[in-house]
């Protein structure tokens, strides 16, 4: 069984999101057909030879029969954004969060290690409070607003596949991006997107995100 096997290969317990120590972070999504969107993904999309790869909106996607029942329904209306990101991640890398809940669907199974935007301390997060789970592939899950998290982290070689659903805007170049006296401000990266990133993670300190994970950049194996 894979979760037994990510168990017996790493040293942080691995919990599936079916456990009820998901609770707290979101939930399972169920009654709407994803058959579309996953085989858009598979058919589709490729998963890079290194690193990942992210698309806030994929035109393709949003022209699914999914994809007002979805905005209509399950976001309330509010005008939503359906994305994708494929990749070989291994390490946490740091944390991110959104003003608003995020589906994911796994295309592919994958881990993805979560926090609570409660646990920062003056913007800081201490490795060691995470709790890591398990998504098995075709699960669609929603992330609370409150709930931190970033890139899947891969379960086999081959690497992941994730559709990402979020309100529309989220994860693109903000127009204004300003500091002020409320702490939060120094967190936010891109429209809707606030992140701390651990010092090892080029790519997001580069960007000018805040280094605010503390701690090993742990790897997860496989």
Known sequence: MMLDRLNASNDVK????????????????????????LAYMEQQTEIPENG??????????EKTAVFEKVQNTLY???PIQIGYCNGRNTTYNGFEYHKGSEINIAVTDFMLVLGHTWQLQD???????ETVFFVPKGTAIEMFQTTLH??????????????????RGTNTPLAVK????????????????WVIAHPEREPLVKQGAFTGLIGENKELYY
């Open 14 to 37: 691995i919990y599936s999101v079916f456990d009820e120590v998901f609770l707290p972070y979101g939930r399972i999504v169920k009654g709407y057909d994803f058959t579309d969107l």
């Open 52 to 61: 990942n790869i992210y698309y806030p909106s994929i035109e393709a996607m």
């Open 76 to 78: 309330g209306g509010i």
């Open 123 to 129: 913007n800081r997060f201490y490795v060691g409070d």
């Open 150 to 167: 970033l890139s899947p982290c891969r379960t086999c070689d081959g690497g992941f596949k994730d559709i990402v659903i979020l309100p």
């Open 178 to 193: 300003e500091k002020n006296g409320d702490p939060e401000s120094a967190l936010l990266l891109q429209k809707n997107k």
